[in-house]
């Protein structure tokens, strides 16, 4: 599986952002697809996820974060609402054969994009 992740970028405090992730190669209904973030001197935290058929999804801020996908166009979205600093970070994209049931972190993902800049300035 091969995932692109762009649409991040140099927003205010309160705006809004949608990132986007392209997967390509041999998905499944059955992959779990989720984003997580990196600030520096942070370790890489869970931020959504979703089962590729829609049928589960987990967000670590349902409130501001929602993740959705477009089956037909292969791409997985993040919808990020009243950003604020400490939101600043690297988003990555990142995939596994299937939804997991336990704490989602970032050793339990199989396969990863490379990330895009997410800055909210104050």
């Known amino acids: 599986v091969q995932l692109q992740a762009s649409g991040g970028g140099l927003v205010q405090a309160g705006g809004s952002l949608r990132l986007s992730c392209v997967a390509s190669g041999r998905t499944s209904s059955n992959n779990a697809l989720g984003w997580f973030r990196q600030a520096p001197g942070k370790e890489r935290e869970f931020v959504a996820a979703?089962?590729?058929?829609?049928?589960r999804k987990l967000s670590a801020d349902p409130v501001r974060f929602t993740i959705s996908r477009d089956s037909a166009k292969n791409t997985l979205y993040l919808q990020m609402n009243s950003l604020k600093p400490d939101d600043t970070a690297v988003y990555y994209c990142?995939?596994?054969?299937?939804?997991?049931?336990?704490?989602?972190?970032?050793?339990?993902?199989?396969?990863w994009g490379k990330g895009t800049q997410v800055t909210v300035s104050s």
């Open positions: 990142a995939a596994r054969s299937s939804w997991y049931a336990g704490a989602w972190t970032h050793s339990i993902m199989d396969y």
């Open positions: 979703m089962r590729w058929n829609g049928s």
